[in-house]
Each structure stands twice: as structure tokens, then as C-alpha cells.
């Protein structure tokens, strides 16, 4: 199968030694350790691999280490000293809470926690926060519901922890305070901040009634209920709870509304509307329906009344309203009259939606990202949607969609459009930072020119400023890295990025980052008479520390620190990795090689050390075959492959099984047979179910560490290559973004012009360094069907790239 589709070569390290010439010169380059992992960071990793280990079967050891640019070893080490961490702790915790429960004095309800903290050795605040309440027998109280509220010895007592350990109520743990009180948190925390506003209970009412019998005056009851603000609001929950006792007051309880009832209602709501006050129309309504209490009668009118005003018009309707505003600038009035709806929700309509009724395009990327910004500070995508002036319903809860158009629209005849063009976008910053004693009068002005409202003309700007600022550090850093590597070149030497680094005041990744300079740089090929390891050895290493498998690899960084161009660097780590791919160039050569009379082996030492004669003689086989048309199999063959993989599914080795059904269908080399084979291995369901129980993220670990490959385990674990590949493309893609910058799409553009066959999205993928292969292959496939790219020339050969 192999054979026929794919066109690369990969060899582990056992097959054949490599060696790769020295033929450039080398920048000097210091030694460079980058920091441990921050506290932080090792939380952090802790986390996310404990719930990673809840959700699968082992801990994807392999996305860890992408995400946070660490290798394997040292992730699984970090999580290892944090579960040693956990084990420890909890053992405290286990002598913290048999402690507390031999301080409890069930009298007082509470813990003494100043003798806990002098028994252990601990500070206060860390017994609290080793106490583990689900293991204790000490329970939880209410003092509300036991007492009937918070004395002031207990209000005391909290204040008194907040000040000593925090510097402010909003700094306060309060799930440390409800420990220390015995009390739910949530109940410690509202009577801490002042915000309970709850009626007294049946305890609290009998309390207070003794107090009342004892001749208590109000500030001396309230002392006992220091949940309260005040004497006054003791006194009302009182008297309330009072009345209510005696009956002269009762809580309503609404009936549900009856369809008869809401259909009375509508039409009254309906014919009244415009012609009374709000409070006539409830007077109304309460003549008709006097069983309904006024309660009832007032929230049903605003829920109605709220869905009159706010509801979507048609598309229909928004072409009128578009019509009707043109014609009466904004006299909702009449603009509502001649609709036949409410002013209100004529308003709305045109307020939310802009008069955009042909928009139902997905968001631009320069949209995309100016909503990202929003929703990151925290704004509602609703509210994001208003403020850019695009349409709220484009928008899937917090998930921004790109766009599916390549050509902007244009609406200049709408007064309140959506899209932002370039120039619009110039125009406005150019109009906002000019200088005016009248800021009101320049933003009405702005909004007058740009046909939008101030406020989407200011959020726009301040966005626009942000998002330039942040661009032009970032150019500023790379003009300055640049520079800097300039000056030095121009000295005479090579480039020290230690030295870069300190006059640059950023690291060293980041200088060999961001260093844009390529002037200079040496060329190089493969040349097997002169080799050497040194070259090969030093990229390796530093590939290895700066970007652990399976992290993407910088190559614009391995370039600078080769002084080398970007496209060998890549070369180089192929062939270090025992990869070589068979391009339509390397194929021309190989016929070149062998018209002069090389032979085979000759010729495969000349193109790369990883190959072998059989590699050289496969491939140039299949260019020289004539292109074959495909026979389509007969519905009795298909029934006998049918019955033949069911018959050696898991009795014979998966790699055998296709070779023994070819032989006794007696079929020779026809291709369609054999794809229909190996296709109907894939579909059985025996090999399916062993797909589905093999542990990926284990495997996927051993695969980054270097222990297995793809194939090797294909065999291993006897499935077919193909059904294996397929699952771990699905665990690659967790390495890379989704989302495509217009940064990374004008460089794909770029790279696909500059080829002139069919381009390899792997290299394409190394250059980008934030896509996988897969992720180039399918935008390269949506952009030459939107016309951004040509169409694929078509293949004279049946070479893959």
C-alpha cells in the first residue's frame, strides 16, 4: 500500500549512519540554559495534567511539553515533585483536621484554632487551609439558623482574621473565614461584606421577642444581629415577620396564567398601547381580570411589552425600514406608524442591526481579531458585536468565525454599515488624532464622514491604536534586533547573540526569533565526498533545548544560529531525522545521475545518506511507468476480498493479508484491487475495535521521545498503517492553532507562488512553524478554490510531494 501512495522515505537512526558536511562558516554563539519553570508554571502543568489524566487513559505527556516548550522528561519530573508535594500535604492535612477535631468545643459551635496552630508548629492560616472538612466529624453550622444571627463576639472574631492576615475585605479567602467561624462560606462572606439582605427566621423572631419582653431597646438587639446594617432593619424584618404572624399581610402566590387570560390580555395590550399610559392600561386590565393580582399583571405586561419593543424584524421589514429612514432621517414616530409597529422597536431594530439586512457573511479576520481583543477584556460577544458594528447573530457564543468571503462588500449607501475597509480605518485615525479644542464636535464629525455612531467610531479607534501599538513593538523589536546584528556583521565578525541579547534587553530565543538579517548567509548542500558530524551534532542540540519534541521548530531561529538560509536549515534536520522526499527535481536528478552510467547505490549516496539503491530504483520506476487507467473491480471480486478478509482478519499478521488475498485472486499488479484490499482491511470491524482500544496519548508519548514510530507500532500492535495514521494526524492537531493570522495566510500565499510544482505542504508547514502539514494542505485547497491561488498543475507523473 505504501508503495503506491506515499513518497517518502523514513529511516530510524538504526538503518544507516548519517553524515553531513561542514562546508560554512559558524557564528559564535554562548551557551545558553534558559531558566527553570516559574512556581507558577509548575501549578499550572500539575493542573492540567491531573484533569488530562481524569479525561483519557495516560497523560499526553507530548501536548504538555508542545504547549509550554519543555521537554517530556522535564514535564513528567515537574508533575512527579508536585504529586510528592500533594502526597505530603495531604498527610498534613490529615494532622490538621484529627487536631481541630480534639480543639472542637461543641458548646461554643467553634474550633480553637490558635491551639491547633501552637500544637503543630503551623501558621493559622495554613491549618485553616489544610483542614479537609469532608473527612472531619466536626459539622458545619448556620449561625442564622441556630442562632438567628451573628453576635458581635463573632463578628469580632472575623474582623479581627481579616485584618491580621489580609490587607482588605476583597483579598479575603473566605473559605478559610467560614472554617475559622464553622460556617458556610457563602453565608461568612455576604455577613463579612454586608450584603445579607434576607428576612428573619423563626429563631431570630423568638429572640427578638424576648429581648422585646425583657425591655431591650433596638441597639441592644441588634448587637446580636450584626448580620444587619443597623437597629432600623432589625426592627422592620420584625414587624414584618410580625404582621404576617397575624394575617393582615400574606405572601401572594400567583396562579398560572390561563391561555383565556393571556389572549385578553394581548388584545388589550394590543389596542391600547398607543393611546394610554402605562398606568391606565394596567387599570385596564385589572377591571378585566380583578381575581389577577396587580403583581401579576404588572410583570406580564413588561415581558410583553419588552418582546414588542425588542422583537427581530423580518428581512422584508428591514428593506422598508431602510427605505423609511432614508426618507425620515430618524422620526421613529413615524417611521414606527408607517411599519405598523412600536417606535421603540423600530429603534432597536435599526440601533442593533445597523439597516444591514444582506450581511449574513462570517466575521472578517480584521473583525475577527478586533472582537477577540474585546471578548478577552472581557466583553459579551453581544456587546463586542454592537460596539465593531457587525451582526450580533454572526457570532456563536464566544467562538469568532472567520471569513468566507475574499471581497468586501460594499454598502456606501448605508448609513450605519458594518464592514471596516482600509482606507475607512485610515481615515479614522488620521480624523482622531488631530488636534481640537471641541472633542464633542470632532467625534460628531468623524461619525458624519464615516457614516457610523461615536461610539463604534471610538471603540474602533481605540482598538486600532491598540492593535498598531502592539505591531509596532513588534517591528520595533525585530528593526532592533536586525540592527543590531548589522552592526556587528559590519565589524568584520560573525554575529554573538549573547551579546545581542544584552544590548537588545530580550533573551536569546527571542533575538534568533526575530533577527530578519539574511545577507551573508551561507548556501548549502550535500556533498558526500566531504562530511562531517559537527554541523549536524550542533543544530541537534540546540533544537533539542530551545524546541523539545513534539514542540514546532523555529526555523528562522535555527537559521540565524546556522548562519545559514532557512530552506538548507530545513534540509539539514530532515536528513538528521533519516527523512527524504521525493520531489519531481529530486527525481530529474536521479535520471540524470543514471544517463551519465552511475549506478543505483552511486546514485543514492549522491542524493542523500538515508536512501538506499532500492529507494533510488522504486522511485525512478514509477516516474518512467506509463500512467495506468484504473479497472474497476467486479462485484464478484469484491465479494470474494469480502469474504477473504473475514476469513484472515486476526488469524494472520495485517501486513500479510493483502499479499495472500492478491495471490489467490490471482489479480497481478492491478492497483484497484489492491487499494479495494487494504480498504476493506481498514473497514473490518476487527482491526476497528483494536484501533479504538489502543491508548494514543501513550503512544504519541513514545513517539516524541524517540522510542517508536508510527509504522513500527503499526506492526506492533497489528492494525493496518492506515487507520493508525489517521487517529495520530487527530492528536497533531492539538499542537497548532486553528485559526489562521493574515500574517501566516500572506506567507502561505507567498510560498505557493514561489514554486513551481506542486508545492510540499510539509516544508510549507516548516516554515510557517505554527501550521501542521494537513493545515497548509487544506487551506492551499480553500484558497485555489476561492481564485486566491491558481488551480494545481496537473501531475505527469505519479510522484507525490
Request: glycine residues 4%; proline residues 4%.
Amino acid at each position: 500500500m505504501l508503495a503506491h501512495r506515499a513518497t517518502a522515505f523514513f529511516f530510524t537512526s538504526r538503518h544507516r549512519p548519517l553524515s553531513i558536511p561542514l562546508r560554512s562558516p559558524i557564528s559564535r554563539y554562548s551557551a545558553h540554559s534558559p531558566a527553570g519553570p516559574s512556581t507558577d508554571l509548575k501549578k499550572s502543568i500539575f493542573e492540567e495534567a491531573r484533569l488530562l489524566r481524569q479525561q483519557e487513559k495516560s497523560i499526553p505527556w507530548y501536548q504538555l511539553a508542545a504547549k509550554h516548550h519543555l521537554s517530556i522528561d522535564v514535564v513528567q519530573g515537574i508533575f512527579s515533585q508536585a504529586e510528592a508535594d500533594a502526597q505530603r500535604r495531604q498527610q498534613q492535612s490529615a494532622l490538621v483536621t484529627r487536631a481541630a477535631e480534639e480543639h472542637f468545643d461543641s458548646a461554643l459551635g467553634q474550633c480553637d484554632w490558635e491551639a491547633v496552630s501552637r500544637e503543630l508548629g503551623i501558621p493559622l492560616i495554613e491549618c485553616l487551609d489544610l483542614y479537609d472538612a469532608s473527612t472531619s466529624t466536626i459539622q458545619s453550622r448556620s449561625l442564622i439558623e441556630t442562632n438567628g444571627g451573628w453576635s458581635t463576639l463573632d463578628m469580632e472574631r472575623l474582623k479581627r482574621f481579616i485584618a491580621t492576615n489580609y490587607a482588605d475585605n476583597s483579598a479575603v479567602d473566605w473559605r478559610l473565614a467560614g472554617v475559622l467561624m464553622n460556617v458556610d462560606s457563602l453565608e461568612c462572606q455576604r455577613v463579612g461584606l454586608g450584603i445579607f439582605n434576607g428576612p428573619i427566621n423563626e429563631v431570630a423572631y423568638r429572640r427578638i421577642s424576648e429581648f422585646r419582653e425583657a425591655k431591650l431597646g433596638w441597639k441592644e438587639i441588634h448587637q446580636h444581629f450584626q448580620q444587619y446594617p443597623d437597629k432600623a432593619s432589625v426592627a422592620n424584618r420584625y414587624r414584618g415577620h410580625k404582621l404576617r404572624l397575624q394575617g393582615k399581610t400574606h405572601d401572594v402566590l400567583s396562579a398560572p396564567w390561563t391561555d383565556a387570560e393571556r389572549d385578553l390580555v394581548n388584545d388589550l395590550i394590543r389596542r391600547h398601547l398607543r393611546s394610554t399610559t402605562k398606568l391606565e392600561l394596567l387599570g385596564i386590565i385589572q377591571r378585566e381580570l380583578p381575581a389577577r393580582p396587580l403583581s401579576d399583571i404588572r410583570i406580564f405586561y413588561a415581558v410583553y411589552v419588552y418582546g414588542l419593543k425588542l422583537k427581530r424584524l423580518s428581512k422584508g421589514q428591514m428593506v422598508r425600514l431602510q427605505e423609511l429612514v432614508a426618507e425620515y432621517d430618524e422620526d421613529w414616530d413615524r417611521i414606527g406608524e408607517a411599519l405598523g409597529i412600536l417606535p421603540s422597536r423600530a429603534r432597536h431594530n435599526w440601533v442593533e442591526f445597523g439597516g444591514d439586512v444582506v450581511d449574513y457573511s462570517a466575521l472578517t479576520a480584521d473583525e475577527a481579531r478586533h472582537l477577540q481583543l474585546l471578548t478577552d477584556a472581557g466583553a459579551r460577544p453581544k456587546e463586542a458585536a454592537r460596539l465593531l458594528g457587525i451582526r450580533p447573530y454572526r457570532i456563536r457564543g464566544r467562538r469568532i468565525v472567520t471569513a468566507k468571503a475574499t471581497a468586501p462588500r460594499q454598502k456606501d449607501d448605508t448609513p450605519f454599515r458594518s464592514f471596516w475597509a482600509a482606507a475607512d480605518e485610515e481615515t479614522l485615525l488620521k480624523m482622531a488624532n488631530e488636534p481640537t479644542a471641541n472633542i464633542t464636535a470632532k467625534w460628531e464629525h468623524i461619525s458624519k464622514t464615516l457614516g457610523r455612531t461615536i461610539t463604534i467610531c471610538k471603540t474602533r479607534a481605540r482598538i486600532l491604536r491598540r492593535s498598531r501599538m502592539l505591531e509596532r513593538a513588534l517591528d520595533d523589536n525585530k528593526s532592533l534586533v536586525t540592527s543590531e546584528v548589522k552592526r556587528q556583521l559590519g565589524l568584520g565578525g560573525a554575529a554573538d547573540w549573547s551579546q545581542v541579547s544584552q544590548e537588545t534587553g530580550l533573551s536569546i530565543r527571542e533575538c534568533l526569533e526575530l533577527g530578519q538579517h539574511d545577507d551573508g548567509k551561507a548556501r548549502w548542500h550535500y556533498d558526500p565526498d566531504t562530511s562531517s558530524q559537527a554541523m549536524i551534532g550542533r543544530m541537534t542540540s540546540f533544537i533539542k533545548e530551545h524546541y523539545p519534541a513534539p514542540t514546532p521548530v523555529n526555523y528562522r531561529a535555527v537559521s540565524n544560529f546556522m548562519w545559514i538560509v532557512m530552506e538548507d536549515c530545513i534540509q539539514i534536520h530532515e536528513m538528521a531525522q533519516c527523512k527524504f522526499t521525493w520531489t519531481e527535481a529530486n527525481v530529474e536528478r536521479a535520471a540524470a545521475l543514471r544517463a551519465q552510467g552511475l549506478t543505483y547505490k552511486e546514485v543514492a549516496r549522491r542524493l542523500a545518506p538515508v536512501l538506499s539503491e532500492a529507494n533510488v530504483f522504486a522511485a525512478l520506476r514509477r516516474h518512467s511507468l506509463p500512467k495506468q487507467v484504473r479497472e474497476p473491480v467486479a462485484a464478484h471480486e469484491l465479494e470474494e476480498i469480502s469474504r477473504l478478509v473475514d476469513e484472515y482478519a486476526g488469524k494472520h499478521s495485517v501486513v500479510d493479508i493483502a499479499t495472500k488475498i492478491r495471490k489467490q485472486l490471482k489479480v497481478g499488479g492491478r492497483h484497484s484491487i489492491y487499494s479495494t484490499i487494504n480498504l476493506r482491511i481498514a473497514a473490518h470491524p476487527h482491526y476497528q475495535a483494536k484501533v479504538r482500544d489502543i491508548d494514543y496519548s501513550d503512544l504519541a508519548n513514545r513517539i516524541a521521545k524517540g522510542q517508536t514510530t508510527v509504522s513500527l507500532a503499526a506492526k506492533e500492535l497489528d492494525v493496518p498503517y492506515r487507520l493508525l495514521v489517521d487517529r495520530m494526524r487527530g492528536l497533531d492537531s492539538r499542537l497548532y492553532s486553528p485559526k489562521w493570522t493574515d500574517e501566516e495566510i500572506r506567507k502561505l500565499i507567498d510560498l505557493v507562488r514561489s514554486c513551481d510544482s506542486q508545492p510540499s505542504h510539509s516544508y510549507i508547514s516548516k516554515v510557517i512553524g505554527t501550521k501542521s502539514s494537513m493545515q497548509c494542505r487544506t487551506k492551499v485547497a480553500y484558497l485555489r478554490l476561492k481564485g486566491v491561488l491558481p488551480p494545481a498543475k496537473k501531475k505527469q507523473s505519479k510522484i507525490n510531494d
